[in-house]
């Protein structure tokens, strides 16, 4: 018994080590089973064409229409997000709770409270053209097949703003002076000021912009008579709609690059191409009529799309980019032979193959390991070499996105069906397993990267500025012209913690004090005891500075997939003709096996072909 358990710990042990998922955490890429892998499509129909004990050449060839949908959608929005609806609310919401959202990072207004359904959905049709050639004639038991799934895929995150809902506040239409702009207000404001437009989707914000028609550009040269155009915006402007923030384009105060990752698509985003292209040569090792067993190595030459991030959930065709080699077998014996005219037959045949995912290079975004879910969203200030803040924020996807390299040890897709068949009818029914290996991932950092040249720290609900005070005998006096920008970061902020800059010490005898963005105002003297109300802004304060190693790996990391897949399938066979050409029907229904990691679907599918 001490014997076998040895064996069993040594045989089990590694499996599980492969299996440890990461587990409650969401990931910030998506990548299913790849539409091509499917050997229970392959293995209906058309089996008893191959592997036949002919001296001659021979070829059979099928194609199969099949068409597939996701079935679970919280269950890809948990893998997403860990919840099918997001709460965005300000940092300064009333009714803000425990894991909302901090809306302030989008553009939103800091009093700001909307939901976001989400319910993702993936569909499918995919054109399996199947060929295999029997090389008895050439070299007696080899086989070749080759299989080239085009696929047209189609992915939906289904985002619904949920705009009637009781909980809807867009908010105010600015932001606070000194939170999200470091520049004095009355610089970017045409006098008179103008106000941020309400609920309009106008990307970036022009305010007092003559018509494109009667302006031109400076470029133009001095004799063209109309205009230089003036484009004069309010960049304390907010956005109250989270179609607006999520699309990516929206930029306000000091962050006024667009997101180039990650973005948010509320229409569906589709994909056509070739799903992969399998070769596979083989031996057959023993066949007889009744029965065979055949061996087979198999290559497959990625013909699909690599995940380059730009959307968070966007379609990919095929198995991300990687080439394949493994080896496999086939076998198949039939208890049942009726030499009668009907030629009545029942057995079952299994087909089982295993393969490695070499390296294969993609782009993905990472959460920062110390700040959670979804930090690759937050807002970062960029920092010159002696550490002061440029007057420059970004959204952090455009920094937390990163070549990558990703390679799997092994996948395995077994099938096994049982058939009758009589009259020209065949009904199977069967069972597949599907096992693919969590990744093996590293972030790959060109040297000297461009972007790890810049010096950026985590903005969190830091302002950019402050509002300067005079003081005089201990009397805080009236606003000085100045608002001096700010150092400070908050390295250890997250996506759902809001936490406002809390006051700073100040020296009795200061020559004078700032106050943060999200303090009271200052209007008449106050003495330096008496600020306690009052908000002072850290001044002083040393950023914290990131960099690609503050990333985490396993946030994009995919876990092992394990899926379970029933199917069956009905076809009547054309016997009387040479080529022997059939049609049937089939379905399948596949559901996930490991800690949600697979995309569980049900399909239907037409397939077709003839033998010759």
Known sequence: MKHFRSIWTRAVLPLALILLPRAGLALTTFIPRGQGEDTARRLVGWQRRLFQCYDENYTAHATTITYTRSRDTECIARKLFSTPCLTFAGSESPQRVTGDIVADYFGLPTDFRGTLAIKPRIDNIILDIDFYLGLDDISPGWFMRINAPINHTRWTLGLDECLPCADKFRGNTVFPDCYMNSTIPGGTIPQPPFTCPINATLIPRFIGQLPLQACNYPTVPPPDPRPVCEFKYNENCTTGSLREALSGNFVFGDMQTPWRFGRFDFCPRSKTAVADIEVIT???????????????????????????????????????????????????????????????????????????????????????????????????????????????????????????????????????????????????????????????????????????????????????????????????????????????????????????????????????????????????????????????????????????????????????????????????????????????????????????????????????????
Not at 521 to 527: A, G, I, N, R, V
Request: proline share 5%; glycine share 10%.
């Open 282 to 612: 083989g031996y057959n090792f023993a066949l007889e009529k009744n029965y065979h067993l055949s061996f087979f190595g198999i290559v497959v030459i990625p013909t699909g799309n690599r995940p380059k991030a730009r959307y968070i959930f966007e379609p990919i065709v095929g198995d991300a980019k990687h080439w394949q080699l493994g080896a496999g077998f086939t076998t198949h014996y039939s208890f049942y032979n009726d030499e009668g005219p009907e030629c009545r037959n029942a057995g079952f045949y299994i087909d089982a193959y295993c393969s490695h995912f070499f390296t294969s290079n993609q782009e993905r975004s990472f959460d920062f390991t110390a700040n959670g879910l979804l930090s690759r969203y937050i807002l970062l200030k960029e920092f010159d070499i002696n550490n002061m803040y440029t007057g420059t924020t970004i959204n952090a996807i455009n920094f937390a996105t990163r070549n990558c390299k990703v390679s799997i040890p092994f996948k395995a897709d077994i099938s096994v069906k049982g058939y009758i068949a009589g009259a020209g009818w065949e009904f199977d029914l069967g069972y597949n397993f599907y096992f693919r290996a969590k990744e093996e991932l590293c972030i790959k950092t060109k040297c000297p990267c461009p972007l790890d040249q810049r010096r950026f720290g985590i903005k969190g609900l830091e302002g950019v500025c402050c509002t300067e005070f005079n003081t005089f005998y201990g009397q805080v006096l009236l606003p000085t012209e100045g608002s001096p920008r700010l150092d400070t970061t908050q390295p250890n902020a997250t996506m759902f913690r809001a936490e406002l800059p809390t006051t700073a010490s100040v020296s009795p005898t200061a020559s004078e004090i700032c106050l943060s963005w999200n303090s009271n105002p200052l209007l008449e003297d106050t003495p330096l005891t008496n600020l306690g109300p009052f908000v002072l802004a850290n001044t002083t304060a040393l950023p914290t500075i990131i960099s690609c190693k503050d990333l985490d790996p396993l946030s994009a990391r995919q876990g092992a997939i394990v899926s379970h897949k029933l199917f069956g399938h009905i076809q009547y066979t054309f016997s009387n003709s040479y080529y022997r050409p059939f049609i049937g029907i089939g379905g399948e229904i596949e559901g996930d096996g490991h800690n949600h990691n697979t995309l569980s679907l049900w399909g239907a599918w037409i397939k077709g072909g003839l033998s010759f």
